[in-house]
T-cell receptor, first 115, second 115 residues
């Protein structure tokens, strides 16, 4: 079965500093990987995805993610953190076969950006 | 979130009572999913549907059933609610895709408390 792991429950970073939220994956075949963000009392919102192509994927709100096949990682990054980036972040991977796809989520990482 | 609504938003129910949560979409998407969110577990898939009357179990389906008689509605029923089913429930929809490449759009969630 496909899976993703988010090794950090919480990440703290100062406003203006670069941020990284880590995700590693375990899949058979080519991975389809996603990042979502959840603000308090809201549903999850799509940030970006890796399907194929360039290893550096750009997404919403200035976020980007780097796909690294040799390290089986898909870390979320932003060059300069904002206080408003404080939220819960989830990594996800596609599982299943044609016609029955679903996504498996990691346990989430809480990002806290300090002013 | 645009195109997908969940009802009710909040519910308190007693142990042993049946409960039905509703997910309604206006996007005409084929795929619909029910997840629960719990601290330390992230999002876990309960059931999903890839078409009218086509449903399948996820990783935490015990105690839950679903029905999809119309494209736009996906109902989640707790047959006899237990305290362990206290959680936040999210519905998600996804566009039809042969490769599962589109990701999800999430509803705003239903906070269920079983007392």
């Amino acid at each position: 079965a496909q899976s993703v792991a988010q090794p950090e429950d919480q990440v703290n970073v100062a406003e203006g500093n670069p941020l990284t939220v880590k995700c590693t994956y375990s899949v058979s075949g080519n991975p389809y990987l996603f990042w979502y963000v959840q603000y308090p009392n809201r549903g999850l919102q799509f940030l970006l995805k890796y399907i194929t192509g360039d290893n550096l994927v750009k997404g919403s709100y200035g976020f980007e993610a780097e796909f690294n096949k040799s390290q089986t990682s898909f870390h979320l990054k932003k060059p300069s953190a904002l206080v408003s980036d404080s939220a819960l972040y989830f990594c996800a991977v596609r599982e299943g076969h044609s016609g029955t796809y679903k996504y498996i989520f990691g346990t989430g990482t809480r990002l806290k950006v300090l002013a | 979130d645009a195109g997908i609504t969940q009802s009710p938003r909040h519910k308190v129910t007693e142990t042993g009572t049946p409960v039905t949560l509703r997910c309604h979409q206006t996007e005409n998407h084929r795929y619909m999913y029910w997840y629960r969110q719990d601290p330390g577990h992230g999002l876990r898939l309960i059931h999903y549907s890839y078409g009218v009357k086509d449903t399948d179990k996820g990783e935490v389906s015990d105690g839950y059933s679903v029905s999809r008689s119309k494209t736009e509605d996906f109902l989640l029923t707790l047959e006899s609610a237990t305290s362990s089913q206290t959680s936040v429930y999210f519905c998600a929809i996804s566009e039809t895709g042969d490769r599962g490449e589109y990701g999800y759009t999430f509803g705003s969630g239903t906070r269920l408390t079983v007392v």
